[in-house]
Nanobody
């Protein structure tokens, strides 16, 4: 079994900052990419940012320059530092990781339960 647990969401005023964390635990052989997606009410889930095990980073245009993704491979943890938050950033934020389990050659995507981020105007 593999679990992803997010933390760090909450309520913040526009212009403020939050830092999200996500820890992967369980039966893990290796982790390829880790990232964050979000889903606002009535909208489809969208990729916010991701980072490969080699350090290649990708950001959505809407957050580029305001959000920073990082990971600690030793701790199987990915972070999302969110600065200059806007009301449009309000959403449930989900962590995901592409993981290879011991004895299973294929990579598989795992998701956390989500953490609410609300930005007030």
């Amino acid at each position: 079994q593999v679990q992803l647990v997010e933390s760090g969401g909450g309520l913040v005023q526009a212009g403020g900052s939050l830092r999200l964390s996500c820890v992967a635990s369980g039966s893990i052989f290796s982790i390829n990419a880790m990232g964050w997606s979000r889903q606002a009410p009535g909208k489809q889930r969208e990729l916010v940012a991701d980072v490969t095990d080699g350090g290649t980073i990708n950001y959505a245009d809407s957050v580029n320059g305001r959000f920073t993704i990082s990971r600690d491979n030793a701790k199987n943890t990915v972070y999302l530092q969110m600065n200059s938050l806007k009301p449009g950033d309000t959403a449930v934020y989900y962590c995901n990781a592409r993981i290879r389990r011991p004895g299973f050659p294929a990579l598989r995507d795992y998701w956390g339960q989500g953490t609410q981020v609300t930005v007030s105007s």
